[in-house]
């Protein structure tokens, strides 16, 4: 029977990870019995458990997210004059790459066609 998630996306720590994996190494319980009592997909947990037996425990840390580097100066109603000028650069420089791969802006680039 298939897992119903109850809520958003977690982020697992090491330590966390590395506990669910022990309770399975250590303790001898089977993978299914872990991720019904942990919530979490059992694939998932032996995909942990075959990284972490193959690289160790520096495969178990998260990888950063690169996120959308506009999204920090979109939001915020104020920008200071540094902020402004570095919100402007990034919008150029993306219009700048659009423009190289073909792309045809207009006004204020907010319209985007294909000219390929």
């Known amino acids: 029977m298939p897992r119903i998630r109850t809520e958003k996306n977690r ?3 090491k330590e966390e990870k590395l506990r669910i994996i022990n309770k399975n190494l250590i303790d001898g319980l089977s993978t299914e ?3 019904k009592e942990e919530d979490i997909s ?7 458990i075959r990284k972490y037996l193959e690289f160790g425990e ?3 840390v998260n990888k950063k997210k690169p996120g959308n580097p506009m999204c920090k100066y ?5 920008l200071t004059k540094e902020e402004n000028l ?4 990034m919008k ?3 219009e700048n790459e659009l423009l190289k791969k073909g792309y045809l802006m207009k006004g204020d680039g907010t319209v985007v066609k294909f000219t390929k």
């Not at 059992?42 to 942990?48: E, S, Y």
């Not at 979109?74 to 104020?78: C, Q, R």
Request: proline share 0%; glycine share 8%.
């Open 74 to 78: 979109s939001n915020k109603k104020k």
């Open 58 to 60: 520096e495969v178990l």
């Open 11 to 13: 982020n697992w720590t």
């Open 92 to 94: 150029l420089r993306i």
């Open 42 to 48: 059992g694939g998932m947990l032996r995909n942990w």
């Open 86 to 89: 570095e919100y402007e650069n």
């Open 33 to 35: 019995e872990i991720a």
